[in-house]
Nanobody, 123 residues
């Protein structure tokens, strides 16, 4: 599976942003896909994951209610909607895929990774 993340940029606090992850290969439509981020000087952080059909999702507690993950398998795409952006959301955002349930995405070694897209939130 090859993954390409996009949609990052420079935004202001309070804005919304939708990140996209486009996958290639037949495996993408049968894999769970998740989003992670890594801020400068910090460890990579799990954000959200969605299963192959979109029927199951998992969010880390700190983003519940503000982040939303979805997918469109017809477009080989997974999206991360981020609302009410804060300066502390500034990070490189990565999408990743694996054949595991969303519930374990935060604790297993994920197989496939995209290259990341930078989100910068100004105050």
């Amino acid at each position: 599976v090859q993954l390409q993340a996009s949609g990052g940029g420079l935004v202001q606090a309070g804005d919304s942003l939708r990140l996209s992850c486009v996958g290639s290969g037949r495996t993408f439509s049968t894999a769970s896909v998740g989003w992670f981020r890594q801020a400068p000087g910090k460890k990579r952080e799990f954000l959200a994951a969605i299963n192959y059909s979109g029927s199951s999702t998992k969010y880390t507690d700190s983003v519940k209610g503000r982040f939303s993950i979805s997918r469109d398998n017809a477009k080989n795409s997974v999206y991360l909607q981020i609302n009410s952006l804060k300066p502390e959301d500034t990070a490189v955002y990565y999408c990743a895929a694996d054949r595991v349930p969303p519930s374990v995405f935060a604790i297993v070694t994920i197989t496939w990774w995209g290259q990341g897209t930078l989100v910068t939130v100004s105050s």
